[in-house]
C-alpha cells in the first residue's frame, strides 16, 4: 500500500527567537489510504501541531522550520492559498475537541451544512436532514433548524463530524474528538467516526491522550514525546510490548493493569518545552534506563523489526524494557 500522507522530520516552532517553543522536534509519521492511525502523548508532546501541520492550518505564529508534510507525494507546505483550500475541501476532514468553535453560532445547522459543503459533493444537492441522519442524530429535521447553542455538545460534535465526512475525505484528522464529552456519548461518537470512516474508505488520523482506547479502534500507534514519534507501529505490537521506555511507561500507566493488581506507575516529572532542536534523547530526564549518550546523541530510528522507535537503547531485549516500569 502506499502512503497518503507522509510527514518527514517536521519540526516547527511557535514564535521566534531565544523564546520561540519548538512543537514539533522532527516528527515523522506515515498514514496509508484506508488505515486508522492514533497519535498519543501526553499534553504539549505536539499532536495538535502535528494535526494542523496536516491540513496546513497552524496560526500565523507557527513557523515550520524543517522537514516536510506529503499528501500522495505534494508538499502542503508549498502549496497556495487556493490549492492548499482545495486540498482541505476535496481531500480532507478535521474533526476538533470543541465542536461548537467549528460552528457558526448565527446559523442555523442546516445552512451551516449546506453553505460548508457547497460544491464538495460532485454536483448532488446537499440534503442536511439526510447528512444528520447519517451520524445517527435523532429528529434530523428539528436539528437542521436549530442553532448551536441548542444542541448538546454530543450532537454537536456529530454535526462536525456530518461536515468533517459528508464529503467521503480521504483523510480524516480527529484531534481529541471526545475529550469534552462524557463517558457512553464518547463511546458512541468514537463508533460514529470510524464506522463512517471505514464506510467511505477514509484514513483517520486520531490524536488523543488515551492509549488504550487508540489500540482498540486503531490498527497503528504512533507515541509522541517532545515533538517526535518516538514509537510506532502496529497497535497490539506497541502497546503489548513496548520498543520505548517512555511507550513502557505509559503502557504500564492502563487502568487494566491496576484491575489486574499490578502497580500502576506514572511517568515522574514532566515533558519538556523545547526552546531549540533537542541535544539527545528529550525523554531522558524522566527514563530510568537512560545512558549518557542518551543526553547528547539524537536517537535516531532503530532496526527493530515491525516498528520505529527512537530510542538508543531499543535493540536490548524487550523484557528488561517492561520490567522498568512494573
Ligand atoms: N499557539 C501556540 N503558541 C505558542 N505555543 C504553542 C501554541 N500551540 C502549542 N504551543 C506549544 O507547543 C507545544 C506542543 O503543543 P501541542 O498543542 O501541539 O501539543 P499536544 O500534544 O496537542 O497537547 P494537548 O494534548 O494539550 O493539546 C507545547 O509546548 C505548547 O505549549
Same mark, same amino acid.
Given at each position: 500500500?502506499?502512503? /497518503?500522507?507522509?510527514?518527514? *522530520?517536521?519540526?516547527?516552532?511557535?514564535?521566534?527567537?531565544?523564546? +520561540?517553543?519548538?512543537? /514539533? =522536534?522532527?516528527?515523522?509519521?506515515?498514514?496509508?489510504? @484506508?488505515?486508522?492511525?492514533?497519535?498519543?502523548?501526553?499534553?504539549?508532546? @505536539?499532536?495538535?501541531?502535528?494535526?494542523?501541520?496536516?491540513?496546513?492550518? /497552524?496560526?500565523?505564529?507557527?513557523?515550520?522550520?524543517?522537514?516536510?508534510?506529503?499528501?500522495?507525494?505534494?508538499?502542503?507546505?508549498?502549496?497556495?492559498?487556493?490549492?492548499?483550500?482545495?486540498?482541505?475541501?476535496?481531500?480532507?476532514?478535521?474533526?476538533?475537541?470543541?465542536?461548537?468553535?467549528?460552528?457558526?453560532?448565527?446559523?442555523?445547522?442546516?445552512?451551516? /451544512? !449546506?453553505?460548508?459543503?457547497? @460544491?464538495?459533493?460532485?454536483?448532488?444537492?446537499?440534503?442536511?436532514?439526510?447528512?444528520?441522519?447519517?451520524?445517527?442524530?435523532?429528529?434530523?429535521? !428539528?436539528?437542521?433548524?436549530?442553532?448551536?447553542?441548542?444542541?448538546?455538545?454530543?450532537? #454537536?460534535?456529530?454535526?462536525?463530524?456530518?461536515? %468533517?465526512?459528508?464529503?467521503?475525505?480521504?483523510?480524516?484528522?480527529?484531534?481529541?474528538?471526545?475529550?469534552?464529552?462524557?463517558?457512553?456519548?464518547?463511546?458512541?461518537?468514537?463508533?460514529?467516526?470510524? %464506522?463512517?470512516?471505514?464506510?467511505?474508505?477514509?484514513?483517520?488520523?486520531?490524536?488523543?491522550?488515551?492509549?488504550? #482506547?487508540?489500540? !482498540?479502534?486503531?490498527?497503528?500507534?504512533?507515541?509522541?514525546?517532545?515533538?517526535?514519534?518516538?514509537?510506532?507501529? %502496529?497497535?497490539? =505490537?506497541?502497546?503489548?510490548?513496548?520498543?520505548?521506555?517512555?511507550?513502557?511507561?505509559?503502557?504500564?500507566?492502563?487502568?487494566?493493569? +491496576?484491575?489486574?493488581?499490578?502497580?500502576?506507575?506514572?511517568?515522574? *516529572?514532566?515533558?519538556?518545552?523545547?526552546?531549540?532542536? +533537542?541535544?539527545?534523547?528529550?525523554?531522558?530526564?524522566?527514563?530510568?534506563?537512560?545512558?549518557?549518550?542518551?543526553?547528547?546523541?539524537?536517537?535516531? !530510528?532503530?532496526?527493530?523489526? *515491525?516498528?520505529?522507535?527512537?530510542?538508543?537503547?531499543?535493540?536490548?531485549?524487550?523484557?528488561?524494557?517492561?520490567?522498568?516500569?512494573?
Amino acid at each position: 500500500m502506499s502512503e /497518503l500522507l507522509q510527514i518527514e *522530520g517536521l519540526a516547527v516552532e511557535y514564535g521566534s527567537g531565544g523564546a +520561540a517553543v519548538r512543537a /514539533l =522536534d522532527g516528527a515523522d509519521l506515515a498514514v496509508r489510504a @484506508g488505515e486508522s492511525v492514533g497519535v498519543v502523548g501526553e499534553s504539549g508532546s @505536539g499532536k495538535s501541531t502535528l494535526g494542523a501541520a496536516v491540513g496546513g492550518l /497552524l496560526p500565523r505564529t507557527a513557523r515550520r522550520t524543517s522537514g516536510s508534510v506529503r499528501l500522495d507525494g505534494a508538499d502542503v507546505g508549498e502549496l497556495g492559498p487556493r490549492e492548499l483550500r482545495a486540498v482541505r475541501r476535496d481531500r480532507l476532514g478535521f474533526v476538533f475537541q470543541e465542536p461548537i468553535g467549528s460552528l457558526d453560532p448565527t446559523m442555523r445547522i442546516g445552512r451551516q /451544512l !449546506r453553505s460548508a459543503l457547497r @460544491g464538495r459533493t460532485g454536483g448532488r444537492p446537499v440534503d442536511a436532514a439526510d447528512l444528520l441522519a447519517r451520524v445517527r442524530l435523532r429528529d434530523p429535521e !428539528r436539528v437542521a433548524r436549530a442553532f448551536p447553542h441548542q444542541l448538546s455538545g454530543g450532537m #454537536a460534535q456529530r454535526v462536525a463530524i456530518a461536515m %468533517a465526512m459528508a464529503a467521503r475525505p480521504e483523510l480524516l484528522v480527529a484531534d481529541e474528538p471526545t475529550a469534552a464529552l462524557d463517558g457512553e456519548v464518547r463511546e458512541e461518537v468514537l463508533d460514529l467516526v470510524f %464506522a463512517l470512516a471505514e464506510e467511505a474508505g477514509t484514513a483517520v488520523l486520531w490524536l488523543s491522550h488515551d492509549l488504550p #482506547a487508540v489500540a !482498540r479502534r486503531c490498527t497503528r500507534v504512533a507515541v509522541m514525546y517532545g515533538g517526535r514519534v518516538v514509537e510506532a507501529g %502496529a497497535a497490539a =505490537d506497541v502497546l503489548g510490548s513496548p520498543g520505548h521506555p517512555y511507550t513502557a511507561a505509559l503502557a504500564a500507566a492502563v487502568p487494566a493493569a +491496576a484491575a489486574r493488581g499490578e502497580r500502576l506507575v506514572p511517568v515522574p *516529572g514532566r515533558p519538556p518545552v523545547l526552546h531549540g532542536p +533537542a541535544a539527545g534523547c528529550a525523554f531522558t530526564d524522566r527514563c530510568t534506563r537512560a545512558v549518557d549518550r542518551c543526553r547528547t546523541e539524537r536517537p535516531a !530510528r532503530a532496526a527493530v523489526p *515491525g516498528r520505529d522507535v527512537l530510542c538508543h537503547r531499543a535493540g536490548e531485549p524487550r523484557t528488561a524494557m517492561t520490567e522498568v516500569h512494573r
